[in-house]
């Protein structure tokens, strides 16, 4: 007879999971036969079963638990049937006994921009869905807001929660339910795989975290939190960067000053300039404390930043608030322990108020004076850039753009290009920009020039990639970069290092951060516009040449 493997899903009910596996082993010992038995409960997995486990696999669960997560299981058993007969339940004649359903899937997708690697990876996921023959529903988390948003019903019926995201996604919604949370690359890449890993990997959510239970929140990365952070502020930056262009354009170099008082002009700068741009820093710092901490983290952190910027820390003092206050408000969480009926006054009253005394100290008296100095340096250093100095930090900034086009690498040249903006340097966006635009527009002019190097469906996609590169949408070009990457990607970093070093070369600047060729007919976003287009054309050359030359030809059949 086959072997028997029995998952135990306990939750945290951690003795029930045990009598009940015990029950299961003297079951299948009196029949004769062997089996094995993983442990799931809130504190970890004990005796976790091998992957390659080959016989009949069993899932246990609660009542009223929801169906099995795995691709592979049999039956599903309850706890309570188990308890109550288990050779019965072994055998498959008692209660609780019943062939599972298909698992019912719901997804968030999201990234820093929430442009292109949130609808990649909302594909990626129905695509591997159908693939595995499931049904998923995905709300796409993009720059303007939730698309398809999941309703109640919708996650009170979901087996699990796939949280595909670059940027901390609010869980409070799924408190009791099995989430498992993965950057969007996987999702992008393999869908069919992640949703696997998903149904086997996927843990139970506690409570909302603004409770005292921090460790149902998982860890993330500093590095997911920083883009948190950006994410959030990158609509303060847009509005207020356009804000003053317009100021600018109908007002001319004097909109700013006291003298035009009262016109829409000068109106249209103070919303800009005192608005949103006094906004960006705060935004900043208090978002990425809510990554870390939720929601008690963001008035501390908020706090933080407006301190930040009063003090001339600017961005780089905002990112320092956002983490003492994230990380400082979650230790107090943890350290502080109340009763039961005082539990609700932590999030709202004694966290934001400790936490924003700890912050706002340590920026006064500690962190706020060195900060701002070092940024004075860099601000006065980038604004003296002339020359081969600034050729060197567009080629470097540049080649970040294309090198994982939307990856970490990527995404670390654009925060630090965007936080200059709350500084007013912009030569570092437009570079940053223009190599962004390079690499889909010169996949897309490679399949024309060169279309025997290409497959007759990558040139059908070259006319989609200039689309996207066109409005500054890097990601464009990773399907060309993934079947050749070792080709492909240095021949698109060349390209992007040619803009980027033009453009910082001859002075570019830029006062939005997105938008790539629809932003550049706004007057005052874009100095030397014809300049800036021909870094842009010379970038897209270079790299569309490389590629012809290193790509070998496409097969006779697939052109």
């Known amino acids: 007879m086959s072997r028997i493997f029995a998952v135990v899903e306990a939750g945290e009910s951690g003795v029930t999971g045990v009598l009940a596996g015990e029950a299961l082993r003297k079951a299948a010992r009196a029949e004769g036969r062997a089996i094995e038995?993983?442990?799931?409960?809130?504190?970890?997995?004990?005796?976790?079963?091998?992957?390659?486990?080959?016989?009949?696999?069993?899932?246990?669960t609660p009542e009223g638990a929801g169906d099995i997560f795995e691709t592979r299981p049999h039956r599903r058993l309850t706890l309570e049937a188990v308890l109550a007969d288990p050779a019965a339940a072994l055998a498959g004649s008692g209660q609780g006994n019943r062939l599972l359903a298909p698992p019912r899937i719901i997804a968030i997708t999201s990234c820093p921009t929430g442009i292109a690697h949130t609808f990649m990876a909302a594909?990626?996921?129905?695509?591997?869905?159908?693939?595995?023959?499931?049904?998923?529903?995905?709300?796409?988390?993009?720059?303007?807001?939730?698309?398809?948003?999941?309703?109640?019903?919708?996650?009170?019926?979901?087996?699990?929660?796939?949280?595909?995201?670059?940027?901390?996604?609010?869980?409070?919604?799924?408190?009791?339910k099995r989430?498992?949370?993965?950057?969007?690359?996987?999702?992008?890449?393999?869908?069919?795989?992640?949703?696997?890993?998903?149904?086997?990997?996927?843990?139970?959510?506690?409570a909302p975290v603004t409770d005292t239970t921090p460790a149902a929140r998982e860890r993330a990365s500093p590095y997911k939190h920083l883009m948190t952070g950006v994410s959030f502020m990158l609509p303060f930056v847009v509005a207020g960067g356009l804000m003053i262009a317009l100021a600018f354009a109908l007002g001319g170099i004097h909109a700013n000053e006291d003298s035009?008082?009262?016109?829409?002009?000068?109106?249209?700068?103070e919303i800009g300039a005192k608005g949103g741009f006094a906004l960006i820093v705060p935004a900043l710092a208090g978002y990425i404390a809510f990554s870390i901490a939720d929601r008690p983290g963001i008035a501390p952190g908020m706090i933080g930043g407006m301190l930040a910027a009063n003090l001339g820390a600017g961005f780089l003092g905002g990112i320092a608030a956002g983490f003492i206050a994230g990380y400082g408000v979650d230790g107090l969480n943890r350290l502080i322990r109340l009763p039961k009926n005082l539990q609700g006054v932590k999030p709202v009253l004694i966290l934001p108020l400790l936490g924003s005394l700890l912050t706002g100290l340590l920026m006064i008296y500690a962190v706020g004076a060195p900060v701002a100095m070092a940024l004075t340096f860099l601000t006065e250093w980038l604004r003296a850039m002339?020359?081969?100095?600034?050729?060197?930090?567009?080629?470097?900034?540049?080649?970040?753009?294309?090198?994982?086009?939307?990856?970490?690498?990527?995404?670390?040249?654009?925060?630090?290009?965007?936080?200059?903006?709350?500084?007013?340097?912009?030569?570092p966006m437009a570079a940053t920009m223009a190599a962004g635009m390079t690499p889909p527009l010169a996949v897309a002019l490679a399949t024309r020039l060169f279309r025997n190097r290409f497959t007759a469906e990558e040139r059908e996609a070259g006319a989609a990639a200039?689309?996207?590169?066109?409005?500054?949408?890097?990601?464009?070009?990773?399907?060309?970069?993934a079947r050749d990457p070792l080709r492909i990607i240095p021949a698109l970093m060349a390209g992007s290092a040619t803009a980027g070093a033009i453009s910082m070369a001859l002075g570019v600047e830029l006062k939005v951060p997105h938008g790539g060729l629809f932003v550049l007919p706004i007057p005052g976003a874009v100095s030397h516009v014809v300049v800036y287009?021909?870094?842009?054309?010379?970038?897209?050359?270079?790299?569309?040449?490389?590629?012809?030359?290193?790509?070998?030809?496409a097969t006779k059949a697939a052109a």
């Open 37 to 60: 038995i993983e442990l799931r409960t809130a504190q970890g997995i004990v005796n976790p079963l091998p992957e390659d486990a080959d016989g009949d696999l069993l899932f246990v």
């Open 123 to 176: 594909e990626g996921l129905t695509e591997g869905a159908r693939q595995l023959g499931y049904t998923i529903r995905v709300e796409t988390q993009g720059s303007v807001g939730a698309g398809t948003p999941l309703t109640a019903e919708e996650i009170a019926a979901a087996d699990i929660v796939l949280i595909a995201s670059d940027r901390e996604v609010d869980r409070s919604r799924f408190a009791g």
């Open 179 to 206: 989430v498992f949370a993965s950057s969007t690359k996987p999702a992008i890449t393999g869908g069919a795989r992640l949703i696997e890993r998903a149904l086997a990997e996927a843990k139970l959510q506690g």
């Open 260 to 269: 035009a008082a009262g016109t829409l002009a000068h109106a249209l700068f």
């Open 386 to 427: 002339q020359g081969s100095s600034a050729l060197l930090l567009g080629l470097i900034l540049g080649a970040m753009m294309a090198f994982d086009m939307g990856g970490p690498v990527n995404k670390a040249s654009y925060a630090f290009s965007v936080g200059l903006i709350a500084s007013q340097v912009y030569t």
């Open 466 to 481: 200039a689309v996207l590169g066109l409005a500054f949408v890097t990601e464009g070009a990773i399907p060309f970069a």
């Open 533 to 553: 287009a021909g870094a842009i054309l010379a970038g897209t050359l270079v790299s569309a040449l490389l590629v012809g030359l290193l790509k070998r030809p």
